[in-house]
């Protein structure tokens, strides 16, 4: 019973950790219609430079706003200067594009940490008893923080004028321009906040596995897996889907090991062969593709 | 025109050229060998991507199958290599009865990522599931079981490189036949506009269908080549990380040609192969070189030869039109 | 005519789709006050000429002048904030969002929050004013693009086709709406509604083929229908 709870506990800190990566990856869909693989780097950015800052100044926290910001610095590099000049190529071209620009980093990444993977402690110790259960704290942290980017991600697209002005401009680009709103800004502006969200996932992430150069090449497909699996487009589908794999991942690998990496492409084969649009995608035409 | 007409030689050009640069390079026999089996895993690729305009991220998956299929044969039931491809070309074949009429009703990314799961469970089912016979990561050794086949001892290398020199002739050929033919025509405009091609009274999901067909069988032929190549397998030739490098080749060769993979293919290797002796991080390099393909020279190398080769054409038709015009004078 | 009374001033206008020009040296004006129709058949280029105005083209030549100033590169967003709106053909509103919403759309683009000489000028958004603007009748969405455009107190509105597939009674109403508006505002409409530009015109432009061929100022001319053949 135990093994269970901590189980599902472990599910739901894995599934914050899925959902603060993916979403950059869900949102450049949502607003461009590119799949923008680079997203991964501001992940494994984020992971190497809360690295380099706890080495150097001791504090998990200092570093966590560090990969925050390189994500979101990296974010709206790679979107001013190469995404906003391929979202209306087709999907496989952009696809290679962002591929290899994540390709890129990763030599980036290798050039200045080199091979090694480097290890970063976990900043918090502490364990919390849960109904007789032994759970990290630090675990506990992770859960909360997800939860609280969900919601401020929902806020902005919903409630403020900003928000309607994205979602007027992902129905229409051109209107929205028509009536003097920069929708360049607001989509940066989105897109950075994505971006830094991964850094963050990076950043918390780091202390539970190795860094290494291949890191995101790791994530990559699970991120993937986590958006197709929601529905693209849809953030609430991605947060959902993000809840199922964490208990696929912990639950499914304590019944069985080898079920915590091949328990998501499963998952995904199943449901998109029932529902290819998602659990929450619209029906309607598949990137790239008319028919 | 004569241009064109020197076209039909381009498979024959290619394996002379195989052959010279073998003969220049005598240590590099290997590589040459396996850029040809990788034009053969590209072409595959090629038509999805290229004709059909579907990104699979699956390919390693229909490699490995053929591999294992071949490896399995080897290890198990016999030694006649011809046999162990042809089962390799039996399992394609049956691959595609099974998936691909589940898979071809997929569109844009969902067909992409189903097929990068397949690549997951592909890896999961050689590693894990079927421990007993494959031997998991340790890989599966069968060298000793190959015997030996007439004419030619394919299991020596210089010898097998032959026998590929002749496999890649053929599939060329049969490549560039697809391509002239209706077919090639049909592909490609189920690709640009499905719903005319249903006004016109064509199924198009067949023609998917029998598309996604000749992919996985190239595949898992390319697949078998590899296998009794190296004389062992291993479930990483499945990885998921190699579905990237068989894109990328596809574009650097220039998509929906006939001599693209094969450029394609001899670009991509060569360029990790250069690279990587000269700097151990081929990553940074080769993501550089295929954006600069991608931007300047977006019909691949293949395009960017056809151009020159227009170019020269062009120029030496003109220096004969002047040296006839000053004769005349 | 002085200088400064030019709103509008299109000098020599060429433009490319890639390599396909479809605009020959267009040379339109538009003054302070007026209604100013452009007609022409499908595929004459108003649209383009439209959305180059607009900032949504780049010309590849000629000179585009507005206030003044020149907007040849300026890009859309910024031309509409100067007081250039341009009403799309499609009739496109934010479906997802209500009423509200869209004119707040408006409103935080323009810094302009006064809305009551808009909602005095269509008293019907008002009423509809929680709706989902998707399940608007083609003249509602009709009347909330305009009143969206209206909000920042444009000095310029560009409407392209805005009759196009509404009722006859709806175009009616569109006429009162837009004799009232030309009292505050310069109007420049595509139309193909020949009653309509009769009634309210000051002058006609006529394209054909990426030209301007014509330009009717005298209200005789634009009674007479003269310029039915480019229809």
């Not at chain 1, 800052?53 to 190469?82: P, R, Y």
């Not at chain 3, 509604?193 to 330009?215: F, H, Q, S, T």
Request: hydrophobic share 50%.
């Amino acid at each position: 019973m135990e093994t269970w709870f901590t189980a599902i506990i472990y599910g739901l800190s894995t599934s914050g950790i899925l959902f603060l990566i993916s979403l950059a990856l869900s949102i450049g869909y949502g607003l461009m219609r590119i799949v923008n693989m680079e997203a991964m780097l501001y992940y494994s950015f984020g992971a190497y430079i809360t690295y380099t800052i706890v080495t150097l100044t001791g504090s998990f926290l200092l570093g966590a706003v560090g990969a925050a910001l390189i994500g979101g610095l990296l974010g709206f590099i790679v979107e001013t200067t190469l995404l906003r000049k391929v979202y209306h190529r087709n999907m496989m071209f952009t696809m290679v594009v962002t591929f290899s620009v994540f390709m890129i980093g990763i030599g980036v990444i290798q050039f200045i940490y080199g091979l090694d993977p480097k290890p970063v402690a976990s900043p918090i110790s502490t364990i919390v008893r849960l109904m007789n259960i032994q759970i990290p704290l630090y675990r506990l942290i992770i859960i909360v923080i997800a939860a609280a980017a969900y919601l401020f991600i929902q806020i902005l697209m919903n409630k403020t004028i900003t928000g309607k002005a994205l979602r007027a401009g992902i129905e229409n680009r051109e209107n929205v321009e028509g009536l003097g709103v920069n929708i360049n800004r607001i989509f940066t502006t989105t897109f950075v906040i994505a971006s830094a969200f991964a850094g963050l996932g990076g950043a918390l992430n780091a202390p539970l596995v190795m860094v290494g150069p291949y890191m995101g090449f790791d994530m990559l497909l699970f991120a993937f897996i986590t958006v197709i699996l929601g529905g693209l487009g849809s953030i609430k589908g991605t947060m959902v889907a993000s809840l199922v794999l964490g208990q696929v991942i912990n639950v499914g690998g304590t019944i069985w090991a080898p079920l915590a990496f091949v328990g998501p492409f499963i998952v995904m084969f199943i449901t998109i062969l029932i529902k290819p649009t998602g659990l929450y995608g619209v029906k309607g035409t598949a990137f790239g593709f008319n028919d | 025109m004569k241009l064109k007409k020197l076209e039909i030689f381009g498979p024959v050009f290619i394996i002379i050229g195989l052959l010279i640069s073998r003969y220049l390079f005598p240590n590099k026999i290997t590589f040459f060998t396996e850029i040809s089996i990788y034009t053969i895993f590209v072409m595959g690729n090629n038509i999805l991507m290229g004709y059909m305009g579907y990104t699979s991220f699956g390919q390693p998956f229909y490699l490995s199958c053929g591999a294992y299929a071949a490896a399995l044969y080897l290890a198990y039931l016999g030694g006649n290599v011809f046999v162990a491809m042809l089962f390799a070309v039996l399992v394609g074949l049956l691959l595609s009865l099974i998936l691909g009429p589940s898979l071809m009703r997929l569109k844009g990314s969902y067909f992409t990522l189903i097929n990068a799961s397949l690549c997951a469970i592909g890896v999961f089912m050689f590693e894990r599931l079927l421990i007993d016979i494959t031997n998991g990561n340790d890989g599966l050794w069968y060298r000793s079981n190959m015997a030996k086949t007439p004419f030619l001892d394919i299991r020596l290398p210089q010898n097998y490189f032959f026998f590929i020199m002749f496999v890649l002739l053929a599939a060329l050929y049969i490549y560039r036949k697809m391509d002239k033919s209706a077919l090639g025509s049909i592909l490609k405009a189920s690709n640009s506009n499905p719903r005319k091609m249903r006004f016109l009274g064509y199924n198009v999901f067949r023609i998917r269908w029998l598309a996604y067909t000749i992919s996985v069988v190239f595949s898992t032929i390319a697949g078998s080549l590899y296998a009794v190549n190296f004389g062992f397998v291993n479930p990483s030739l499945g990885e998921n990380s190699r579905a990237i490098e068989v894109l990328l080749a596809t574009l650097i060769g220039g998509i929906g040609t006939v001599y693209g993979p094969f450029f394609g293919a001899l670009g991509f290797l060569g360029m990790k192969d250069f690279v990587s002796s000269w700097l151990s991080r081929w990553e940074f390099v080769v993501g550089i070189m295929t954006l600069v393909v991608l931007f300047k020279f977006n019909r691949g190398l293949w395009g960017l030869i056809q151009d020159t080769g227009s170019f020269i054409f062009d120029l030496s038709k003109k220096y004969k039109k002047e040296s006839i015009k000053t004769a005349e004078k | 005519m002085n200088q400064e009374s030019k709103l509008l001033k299109v000098d020599n206008l060429n433009v490319c789709y890639g390599k396909l020009a479809v605009l020959f040296d267009v040379s339109v004006n538009v003054n302070a006050g007026e209604v100013v129709f452009l007609v022409g058949r499908n595929g004459a280029g108003k649209t383009t000429l439209f959305r180059t105005i607009a900032g949504f083209l780049s010309p590849a030549e000629g000179n585009i002048e507005f206030k003044g100033n020149n907007i040849n590169k300026t890009g859309a967003y910024k031309t509409a904030r100067s007081g250039l709106k341009y009403i799309h053909q499609d009739k496109q509103v934010f479906g997802d969002l209500t009423v509200k919403e869209n004119l707040e759309l408006s409103s935080y683009a323009t810094k302009d929050y006064d809305w009551e000489p808009v909602l005095g000028m269509f008293p019907k958004l008002r009423e509809l004013i929680d709706r989902k603007a998707g399940n608007l009748s083609g003249g509602e969405k009709q009347m909330l693009l305009i009143a969206m455009a209206m909000i920042g107190k444009p000095s310029l509105v560009m409407l392209d086709e805005p009759t196009e597939g509404l009722a006859p009674h709806v175009i009616k109403d569109l006429a009162a709406i837009f004799k009232k508006l030309s009292k505050t505002t310069t109007l420049f409409i595509v139309e193909q509604n020949l009653p309509l530009i009769a009634e309210i015109a000051d002058r006609v432009y006529c394209m054909k083929e990426g030209k301007v061929v014509n330009e009717i100022i005298s209200r005789e001319d634009i009674g007479n229908l003269c310029f039915e053949q480019y229809l």
